[in-house]
């Protein structure tokens, strides 16, 4: 059974960097694009981008655009996210997400990781 | 971008009713949509994918359907574990989007 399991609750200052990761395991990791989404505090989700762990191609979206990056290890089957030039409104749950893909194109996520909290403070 | 428009974005219902939850996308996604429920203080979980299909796993009562770009989830006989917040996700294109959020209280 496929599983995400991600790394611990963070506390980071304005302008330090955060780096989250995410194990898989249950499945052919090189097989399934990982997603990275992230909720603020009582908000919605919001996603940020996303790996190709074979060949390690990335997409993200234009607001993280030369703040983010996304990197994968294939000897571990980790996929790990780093948010640089934090805020406080950086300060949300993030999520790994599964992409899960039908042969005509059509796709979801699943499953999650657990999330991980990250806490941007002075 | 398309922009996923999700209403209510809240309701309350008691156990037995059926329900319903609305999204709209601002361009033709064909069935790229899913649903998600998320439950306090977990990660959002798999409900409905390709606008129709229900996940293994997932209960009966949940239900898609399409009607152009707007789609719909109907959840029948509510039970107390179905309180929480739904979410609308397109996987038509990037950047991936989800609807605004519809939380749902069981009175």
């Known amino acids: 059974q496929a599983q995400l399991v991600q790394s611990g609750a963070e506390v980071e200052k304005p302008g330090a960097s955060v780096k989250v990761s995410c194990q898989a395991s249950?499945?052919?990791?090189?097989?399934?694009?990982l997603h990275w989404i992230r909720q603020a505090p009582g908000q919605g989700l919001e996603w940020m981008g996303m790996i190709n762990p074979s060949g390690g191609s990335t997409t993200y979206a234009q607001q993280f655009q030369g703040r983010v990056a996304m990197t994968t290890d294939t000897s571990r089957d980790i996929v790990s996210m780093e948010l640089s030039s934090l805020i406080s409104e950086d300060t949300a749950v993030y999520y790994c997400?599964?992409?899960?893909?039908?042969?005509?194109?059509?796709?979801?996520?699943?499953?999650w990781g657990q999330g991980t909290l990250v806490t941007v403070s002075s | 971008d398309i922009q996923m428009t999700q209403s209510p974005s809240s309701l309350s219902a008691s156990v037995g009713d059926s329900v319903t939850i609305t999204c709209r996308s601002s361009?033709?996604?064909?069935?790229?949509l899913n649903w998600y429920q998320q439950k306090p203080g977990q990660a959002p979980k798999l409900l409905i994918y390709?606008?129709?299909s229900l996940q293994s796993g997932a209960p009966s009562r949940f239900r898609g359907s399409q009607s152009g770009t707007d789609f719909t989830l109907t959840i029948s006989y509510l039970q107390p574990e179905d309180s929480g917040t739904y979410y609308c996700q397109q996987s038509y294109s990037i950047p991936r989007t989800f609807g605004q959020g519809t939380r749902l209280e069981i009175k």
């Open positions: 390709a606008a129709l």
């Open positions: 361009h033709s996604i064909s069935a790229y």
């Open positions: 249950g499945y052919t990791f090189m097989n399934h694009h």
């Open positions: 997400a599964r992409e899960t893909k039908w042969p005509g194109g059509n796709n979801w996520f699943d499953p």
